[in-house]
């Protein structure tokens, strides 16, 4: 027998899926048009062709371009928390497997992409001038480093004088200079091939665990 209270219950909650679907079929348009157009350079209307929508709808789903752009932002962060902080948590309790598990995420199939990074790139250009995208790029980067940071600070052997928070730094920067390298170098270097000189890295400042920060970490 049809029950019209479940069907009430039901509605709005159809709704809602609905209108999150639609929300993330505007980012992800707007992270095609931002990565090959530039962000000052992509329009509502670009991003409303890209996903196939009239340029009016996109004032039900975001007030403004900005906030548009922002969730764009924040969508990527997101993920790449995400994904970092799963792959430290199936690591157990092996320091050295944990730091290498939360380097191997900035190359994993679904972060490092070229659309991606350039986006990365992009956001990060307009930081100081846009509050709102410097807002979410510090929450990232205080969540990011802080585990980054602990991560370095479970290996003991640095080398003289290197903090956790400096050996952090230099493996923030190896990473991200290595997404630069993707987006923008000429010598061919694929994403496992990034992936390989990070680790590599990390093997230089901790020499003691080199085996399992470069080589089958899983089998000890």
């Not at 609905?18 to 505007?26: E, F, G, I, S």
């Not at 790449?80 to 320091?95: H, I, L, N, P, S």
């Not at 990365?120 to 930081?127: I, K, P, R, S, T």
Request: charged share 25%; net charge neutral.
């Amino acid at each position: 027998m049809h029950n019209p209270s479940i069907r009430k219950i039901e509605r709005p909650d159809g709704r809602a899926v609905r209108r999150a679907q639609r929300a993330a079929q505007l980012t992800d348009a707007a992270l095609e048009c931002i990565s090959t157009l530039g962000l000052r350079e992509t329009t509502v209307q670009d991003v409303a062709a890209r996903a196939g929508m009239a340029v009016g709808s996109i004032n039900q789903y975001f007030d403004s371009k900005e906030m548009l752009f922002t969730a764009v932002l924040r969508s990527l962060a997101e993920e790449f928390e995400a994904a970092w902080r799963v792959g430290v948590a199936a690591a157990g309790d092996d320091g050295a497997l944990r730091l290498r598990r939360f380097v191997e995420c900035y190359f994993a199939p679904s972060i490092c992409q070229r659309k991606k990074i350039a986006v990365w790139f992009a956001f990060w250009g307009e930081v100081k001038a846009r509050p709102q995208y410097r807002e979410v790029c510090a929450g990232h980067d205080r969540t990011h480093d802080r585990m980054l940071e602990s991560l370095c600070d479970g290996l003991a052997d640095g080398g003289p004088g290197l903090s956790a928070a400096s050996a952090a730094k230099l493996v923030a920067s190896t990473c991200h200079g290595l997404w630069l390298e993707l987006l923008t170098g000429t010598d061919g270097l694929r994403r496992t091939d990034l992936e390989t000189l990070a680790l590599r890295q990390l093997a230089a400042l901790y020499p003691r665990h080199a085996s399992r920060l470069t080589g089958d970490a899983d089998a000890g």
